[in-house]
């Protein structure tokens, strides 16, 4: 295997990484929504069952604090793994422009190559 190929195996193994890593943080990103939505709708369901809503309140629910406290944790958690996306694309954008460059190299080589190795006619066997 020539360096080049290596290098271009290796450049568009780094942009699929790169791919699958923001393919995973969106998945957790709408599991956790998913379950910040349910802890809304129990949230919502102690609120209804106890008759207050204000959170100050001394006979606000215990379950619901501890399910507004999670849920607000979940959005904390969403908001660091979108940073996390937004640089992970950076980083696949980098990537992929790297992939592009290891690419052209290589076709370039391939064509001096075939340069390089296409037969040479003397030109003195033709004269005659």
């Not at 295997?1 to 790169?18: G, H």
């Not at 100050?56 to 379950?63: D, E, I, L, R, V």
Request: proline share 2%; hydrophobic share 40%.
């Amino acid at each position: 295997m020539k360096p080049r190929e290596s290098l271009v195996r290796l450049k568009l193994f780094q942009v699929k990484e790169k791919r699958r890593q923001i393919g995973q943080l969106d998945l957790m990103m709408g599991e956790f929504e998913r379950m910040a939505g349910e802890l809304d709708a129990q949230i919502q369901s102690e609120e209804r069952k106890a008759g207050i809503t204000d959170t100050t309140h001394f006979a606000y629910p215990t379950f619901a604090k501890a399910a507004r406290q999670r849920r607000d944790n979940l959005f904390d958690s969403i908001r660091d793994l979108m940073s996390q996306k937004d640089a992970a694309e950076a980083d696949l954008l980098e990537a992929e422009a790297n992939l592009a460059r290891a690419e052209a190299l290589e076709t370039r080589d391939g064509k001096l190559k075939e340069i390089e190795e296409a037969p040479v006619y003397d030109r003195r066997v033709m004269i005659g």
